[in-house]
């Protein structure tokens, strides 16, 4: 297998039930009839306890501009969950993650801005870093850091513009997600648990 972010990047497909059925090529699955795919949403947070905000580049695809949590992303076929989730954070934002929980393992949701959907499976993590963020600008426009108590409540009162899917998790998640117990990895989908084989390249 190549190593994931060489070549052409790849997406994991899912059927209803989170088994990975297939893969598809990352740059050509989203599109009106955006199939179910696996991914993942970060919130990271300093360790004064404020939340990493970014803003999704101007040239993305699907909800380019928005605010949302610290990053989302794909994990590559055949690579374990966790790791994607550490790549792509490190990838996108420069940063390494202490302390990588899984808060919501079934989260899911399909969302779509003039006619591009969204279709995922997409559990939702926090950690803590104690690094400063490098931004790839193909990804993230620009980041801040803020208090998790006064992004929460901006969400929930409907004064953050932000994206569909960080409204839902933020609605989803624990008052203080730091202070949450991380879920068993088994209760993952089926395609993201350590101990199923994922389809490979």
Known sequence: MS???HGREQVVLLDEAG?????ADKAGVH????????????????????ILLSRRALGKKTFPGLWTNSACGHPAPGEPFLDGVR????????????????LLPGFGYRAEMQGVVEHEL???????????????PDEVEEVAWESWADFRA???DGNRDVSPWCRLQVEALPEDPLAAPGRPL?????????????ISR
């Open 122 to 136: 997409c559990p939702v993590l926090v950690a803590t870093t104690a690094t400063e963020p490098r931004l790839d």
């Open 3 to 5: 190593a994931p972010g």
């Open 19 to 23: 088994h990975a059925v297939g893969v």
């Open 87 to 102: 790549r792509r954070v490190r990838e996108e934002l420069g940063l390494e993650l202490d302390d990588l929980r899984v």
């Open 31 to 50: 599109h009106a009839d955006t199939p179910l795919h696996l991914a993942f949403s970060c919130y990271v947070f300093d360790h004064a306890g404020r």
């Open 186 to 198: 088994d209760e993952l989908p089926p395609a993201a648990r350590p101990d199923q084989a994922q």
């Open 154 to 156: 901006g969400v929930l």
